[in-house]
């Protein structure tokens, strides 16, 4: 695995060795205080983050490596209509890995083509989150001890929330997991993801209620109603407090439930719920740090590699997704796969044709 960009790059092997390392950093963690001296972690953040930010720089700083960047793109050369694909090279020049942030969808796929060194998603607009996902891998696995065969519950705004999407394609891979989809319509999953999932024949079940689910459930994923990706604040007023978990509804719960939420909260974990030894979301924010640990201290022992730098594109962007990094980064290549029937944008995975 060069680059970390959708949960999909990564291997159950690689994935095997970084929960190893991750176990062993938490048992010895002055082991590792050197393990990165000397490398250095360019943190590019488009778009706001605290937990994801902080994860990233604490676990390089407990590495002994030193991090750059910035958290506010209008700081920066990009307030001045600099190319993302030019940040990004310049970057990949003093970096020996980079982690970024953006927007846009796709983002993090075009910046790889034009970095030296290993780029890591941090979150592209509403679609992937892979980072967040080898969180909660790690949390299912450290507190269930597998990542097999559990009925997993993921409530609210499936269709916004990118750390579900990633979190859904990891999950998929190991046999027996039944995922239990609790949102309103009109924040149901995406089509590419439901694709997704009928082609690998995983079990799944849209629902409305989430009450009436708990009881099935050894996971219980929260997400808050992601306000910034809604165009329309009337769709946002009707959905916002849809749901929100209480401690009387964790009454019929299986006892070794675990509620997980990639935070930040609004309000659909009522705060009765942070002292019930079922709630994990903290310590699920401790282990990132942890697992972000394991993947630095792999990718900056990869070698820098330039990349063949893609041809611009000539005409106008192929993919119709308005959140797309082609639409505003235009001189992108087009790129295309098949998902399914369905030819899709490799940047955004949107259908070209829906
Ligand atoms: C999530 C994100 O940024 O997508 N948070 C995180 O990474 N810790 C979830 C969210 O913002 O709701």
Redesign the pocket.
């Known amino acids: 695995m060069r680059h970390l960009i959708t949960i999909e790059d990564l291997t159950t092997e690689v994935w095997d060795e970084l929960f190893a390392s991750f176990t062993d950093i938490i048992s010895h963690p002055g082991d590792y205080a050197d393990a990165c001296r000397g490398k250095v972690m360019a943190s590019l953040f488009y ?1 706001p ?4 930010a902080f994860s990233f720089q604490t676990a390089m700083m407990r590495l002994g490596g030193s991090v750059f960047g910035f958290s506010d793109p209008t700081a920066t050369s990009a307030s001045k209509g600099e190319a993302m694909s030019d940040t990004i090279r310049m970057c990949s020049a003093y970096a020996d890995a980079i982690v970024m ?1 953006h927007p846009r969808e796709g983002a993090a796929k075009a910046a790889s083509l034009f970095s030296e060194v290993p780029l890591i998603n ?2 592209d607009g509403a679609h992937m ?1 892979p ?2 996902t080898l ?1 909660d891998l790690a949390t299912i696995r450290r507190l269930r001890g597998t990542t097999e065969g559990l009925n997993i519950g993921l409530c609210g ?1 499936l269709k916004n ?3 579900v999407h990633s979190l859904i394609m990891a999950l998929s891979r190991w046999p027996g997991n039944r995922f239990y989809l609790i949102s309103p319509r009109e924040l149901a999953l995406p089509d590419y993801m439901l694709a997704f999932m009928k082609q690998r024949n995983q079990w799944y079940i849209e629902v409305t209620g989430l009450d009436s689910t708990i009881p099935q459930l050894d996971v219980l994923y929260m ?2 109603i ?1 306000r910034e990706r809604f165009t329309d604040e009337r769709a946002y007023n009707r959905n916002r407090g849809i749901y929100i978990l209480s401690e009387k509804m964790l009454a019929r719960s299986k006892p070794d439930l675990i509620v997980m939420h ?3 909260r609004v309000d659909e974990i009522a705060r009765d719920v942070d002292s019930d030894p079922k709630a994990a979301y903290f310590e699920q ?1 401790r282990f ?1 740090m942890f697992i972000r640990m394991a993947l630095l201290l792999r990718q900056t022992a990869l070698p820098r590699l330039a990349p063949d730098y893609p041809k611009p594109n000539p005409k106008k962007p192929l993919c119709k997704n308005p959140a797309c990094i082609t639409q505003t980064e235009r001189y992108l290549p087009p790129l295309t796969h098949k998902n399914g029937a369905k030819l899709c944008c490799s940047y955004c995975d949107a259908a070209l044709r829906p």
Not at 49 to 52: D, E, G, M, V
């Open positions: 778009e983050s605290t937990r994801t942030r941090a979150g989150h980072t967040q969180t705004d929330g990118r750390t997400t808050r992601q990639p935070l930040p924010a990132g």
